[in-house]
């Protein structure tokens, strides 16, 4: 078959690469940035916290918890990383605060990373490996629902792509890897995984490259220098924690004390008392995960009947894993396929230290679309109509997930990203008296969140009037702030003015003393004494004049 050879015969070699390399990427703009913002519907409270945070900083120059550029978010008592806010508060400052400006970043994140995997992999086997594997990754199910929501964690595994390209080309140029360990020290910020992946990964890089004198005593001393110094804050962040010490204020940055277990701390295997056997158990459940069943079931991770790889390139997988590692050991000099098999070996043990969902264990993800396109170039050389045929397999199921992705799976994620509450609370918002108190249902999870972040309050008023009953808990509760009250539960809820409720709470309201106004999973409830609607149905405060 004589395909390859004839596209573009007469433009230079370069040009059809960059060609094909263009068409590449317009495929992964547009399942990455098509409908932003609406798939998926609503908000979460992960990224509502994010959100307001980084809104916070920018505005006020504290967080929600009163914190002058912590190293770690607070957040609701936990933790939450804090590298993905910071990186945020300019597409805010530009855009404002909303789901598009806050989604913007693992948008764009995630095509720089299409470019970051061409430029590594085109170093490790040249231009064909690189095409394959850009296009994995292009129409990748994993990588595309990622880059549509701001979920922090999911910056991690970008940021060690990152930090992997530029240690490939110190290797290979045998330049100091200062700028490739700064990244990698960046990426202690992005999701707590890298606190251990980082560590061991640079340390078994480091015993292969002393044993091939890749860089020189110099060299690794600048940069271990240079990452001690990037880490430090992070450092200190978990010794302060580590040992139960008071928040650390320092100059420019706050080092925070969490009141509640650390997150890291609670879903690692490595603080349990039964390390052993939750940690096989972790294991089963990775290789399930990976290699069985494509999904961890968590709706927002995957799109059911799809996962998050094509179960198509499980067999390339296997088959590139075996060959990399055996062109490996038939190299003499210093290897760049070492550092890609060292990345997912590391991943996949870390995986076993946690429990097992596809954010937690996402390091291992982007080697294994390496290891995938492997497998394919491998078969390139031998039978290019092979590969042909799987590309077009690959679309065929790419198609299928758009399908799915912008249907199905629409629909059933909009009850995890609490679809409808912010239409419903920026309605009851906009329409409320400024004297009224609004009650609010606690059916999600942290629903002050979301309030703060439609309403982009002010955080010192926040902070001066939020009712927290438990401050020293994991997940604080905050039953409410300002004019808002959480739970309706409660006798005053019935007589309020201004109610938001799951649509189940509704029937427990005498809806007829109230004007109603649904939305898709939540309901507006405006108290009929208190307010009368215009003649275009719009909530006026007050008594309708005489005769309307």
Known sequence: MKFWENIGTHLPRINRELLLLFLILLCGIGARFFLLGSVPAGLNQDEASMGYDAYSLLEYGIDRNAMHNPVHMIAWGSGQNALQAYVTIPFIKVFGLSIFSIRLVPALFGLLCLLLLYFASRRIAGPVFALLSVFILAICPWHITLSRWALESNMLPGMILLGFLLLLWAQQAQKIPVAAFSVFALAFYAYSTAYAFVPIFLFLYGLYAWRHRIFSIRQWLISLAVFGIVAFPIGLFLLVNFCD???????FITIPHLPGAPRYSQMSSFFSADFWNMTLNN????VEILFEKGTDDELQNSVRGVGSLYMLSIPFFFWGLVKCIYDFFGEKGPSLRFPLLLWFFVAFAIAGLSTPAVHRMNLVFFPMILLTAYGLWTLWNIRKE????????????????????????????GEFFFESYVDAVDYAYDNAAPSDTLYLSDYLNQPYIHVLFITQYDVREY???????????SFQIVRSFGRFVFGLDNPA???ANVVVAKNEEVRSFQTEKYYVKPFKYFTVLLRKDHYYLDDRGNPVLGEAPVGY
């Open 493 to 495: 809820s019935k007589k």
């Open 463 to 473: 902070i001066r009037t939020a009712v927290i009953p438990d401050k020293s808990s």
């Open 245 to 251: 010490l008071p928040n650390l204020n320092l100059y």
């Open 386 to 413: 092979a590969v042909w045929v799987t590309i077009f397999l690959y679309m065929f199921f790419f198609v299928r997930f758009l399908t799915l992705y912008f249907n199905e799976y629409a629909r059933d994620v």
């Open 283 to 286: 294991f089963k459940r990775v």
